[in-house]
């Protein structure tokens, strides 16, 4: 089946630096791709739609300044973390849809991000 | 507005007695559902979609639409499904999932 990869799995950072976490679907092209958060042991909250080639869609109440998506290509997606502060750690976890198969997303393995 | 409902954080059954997991829906349009599991230490992943009414790892869901419903059952328990489970309703034309707040199944041996 399709695969998407994160890099990093974990990141731990100072408060007031950026990071970036980067997603990738390995055997397929994904034109959409979703950015999510996950607070422990609660559900998951979309932040963005990345688009490749045009702007990311965010949700209401996301700070599109402070969580910064680039779709670089068909199989590449990054969000960049700025200016970072402790209430940002988070479990952040991105998605590709299938094609053709009824809006299937599939996930990666996350990016825990701890900001000290 | 599409919303998702589940009702149920935390759910403890005994390992053989069945299981229910209750999912409701809000949506105007026809819609498209999914039950995801997320295992310990894994990623979230598809168990099973509306359109297929398939059976997988013994679970099933039925789209009820006039209860706007999609529960997820399983008549007999088993230790490993103990994980996170969220539902999940997509929209025709678009990719975008609303996701409920999921259930935490915890099989007791």
């Known amino acids: 089946g399709a695969v998407v990869s994160q890099h990093p799995s974990w990141v731990i950072c100072k408060s007031g630096t950026s990071v970036k976490i980067e997603c990738r679907s390995l055997?397929?092209?994904?034109?959409?791709m979703f950015w999510y958060r996950q607070f422990p042991k609660q559900s998951l909250m979309l932040m963005a739609t990345?688009?490749?080639?045009?702007?990311?869609?965010?949700e209401q109440g996301v700070e599109k300044d402070k969580f910064l998506i680039n779709h670089a290509s068909l199989t590449l997606s990054t969000l960049t973390v700025t200016s970072a502060h402790p209430e940002d750690s988070s479990f952040y976890i991105c998605?590709?849809?299938?094609?053709?198969?009824?809006?299937?997303?599939?996930f990666g393995p996350g990016t825990r991000l701890t900001v000290t | 507005a599409q919303r998702v409902t589940q009702p149920e954080k935390l759910l403890s059954v005994f390992k053989g007695a069945p299981v229910e997991l209750k999912c409701n829906y809000s949506?105007?349009?026809?819609?498209?559902l999914f039950w995801y599991v997320q295992y310990s230490r894994q990623r979230l992943q598809l168990l099973l979609r509306?359109?297929s009414r398939e059976s997988i790892k013994g679970f099933t869901a039925d789209l009820n639409k006039g209860e706007t419903s999609f529960h997820l059952k399983k008549p007999f328990a088993q230790e490993e499904d103990s994980a996170m489970y969220y539902c999940?309703?997509?929209?025709?034309?678009?990719?975008?999932?609303?996701f409920g707040t999921g259930t935490r199944l915890t099989i007791i041996p």
């Open positions: 998605s590709a849809p299938s094609s053709g198969r009824s809006y299937e997303q599939y």
């Open positions: 055997d397929f092209q994904a034109t959409t």
């Open positions: 990345s688009n490749e080639g045009s702007k990311a869609t965010y």
């Open positions: 949506y105007s349009g026809s819609p498209e």
């Open positions: 509306h359109i």
């Open positions: 999940a309703l997509g929209a025709f034309g678009n990719e975008k999932l609303t």
